[in-house]
């Protein structure tokens, strides 16, 4: 009996010795916690918990981004995206935990990062304000930080409140209609982002007022046609020149009101992009320069 019990008490010890000899191995092996996201192409991806290491395929992801999380967070900012392509090399030598894709991204790209095990998720390009909005708490959700994301919603609605506000002091009949041009034909044309944001600040959009289908070039004739009251430019470090001259020194434009009343004028490239969490501010910015009469009763 008592070598029975012997036996029985050095085999319960050798139990608790493997026991606690593969916990820390079995820790060690084990990848961090993580959360699934469903991908805009129908995947659901595992996600880290805290990604420390994100690298964004879009300038407009990273400026979402940079509203949401401390730059050390971020494995790149936009470098990539200066190439046609995105070369998998380039990405997976950054060594980033999470990689988030906008939808325009090549899917042989997509699925080469995820078969060398990187996280990467992909979002929608928005066309709509909601749709912006909804990309930002999306993004934030992605990441783990769905209370900025909720910081950013209600950021976004007290300001598109404001536009409505400002809004409604503007009669029918003195509505200005825009001509927001871009060195990528009919980028700013009728279902663009930018004819949505027009929507809201009360400002006719001039493709869409003359019934252009989208993504049409601004021809001379078709210019004509919209006589625009303001003519608006893109700007970097400042106005597109080349972009600019087509309609200042063509001889055609120069009875457009917007010639005539000297408003061809540059507005930051960043008002035309603003797929972010800065499209309040933005359509705010735009409605006080199209009716300067609001800066005095805007807080009215």
């Known amino acids: ?110 699925y080469g990062l995820r078969h060398m095990g990187i996280a990467t998720v992909v979002v929608p390009t928005p066309s709509t304000v909601d749709g912006v909005i909804q990309n930002v708490m999306e993004i934030a959700h992605i990441i783990g930080e769905d209370e900025k994301g909720s910081f950013y919603n209600r950021k976004i609605h007290r300001e598109i409140d404001e536009i409505k506000h400002l809004a409604e002091s503007i009669p029918i009949e003195q509505r200005k209609t825009v001509l927001f041009v871009s060195s990528m034909d009919g980028y700013t044309g009728t279902g663009s982002l930018f004819d949505d944001m027009c929507h809201y600040m009360s400002i006719y959009n001039a493709p869409n007022r003359i019934g252009l289908p989208p993504h049409i070039p601004f021809g001379e004739e078709r210019v004509l046609a919209m ?53 309040g501010e933005a359509m705010l910015a735009i409605m006080h320069t199209v009716y300067p009469q609001l800066e005095r009763n805007s807080h009215d």
Request: hydrophobic share 40%.
């Open 227 to 279: 006589n625009p009251d303001y003519i608006f430019i893109p700007s970097y470090k400042g106005m597109d020149k080349n972009l600019a001259d087509r309609y200042l020194k063509n001889p055609a434009f120069q009875n457009l009101p917007a010639i005539k009343e000297n408003r061809v004028k540059p507005l930051p490239a960043a008002y035309l992009y603003t797929m972010n969490q800065h499209i």
């Open 1 to 110: 009996m008592n070598k029975k019990i012997g036996f029985f008490i050095c085999l319960m010890i050798l139990l608790c010795v493997c026991l606690t000899g593969c916990g820390p191995q079995s820790e060690a092996n084990v990848t961090p916690y993580t959360r699934y996201v469903d991908s805009h192409d129908g995947v659901q991806v595992a996600v880290p918990e805290h990604p420390k290491r994100i690298l964004s395929l879009s300038s407009a992801v990273d400026t979402i981004l940079l509203g949401l999380i401390e730059p050390e967070r971020l494995a790149g900012i936009n470098k990539l995206s200066t190439y046609d392509s995105y070369p998998l090399e380039k990405i997976i030598a950054l060594k980033p935990d999470l990689v988030i894709a906008p939808d325009y991204i090549s899917a042989d790209v997509i």
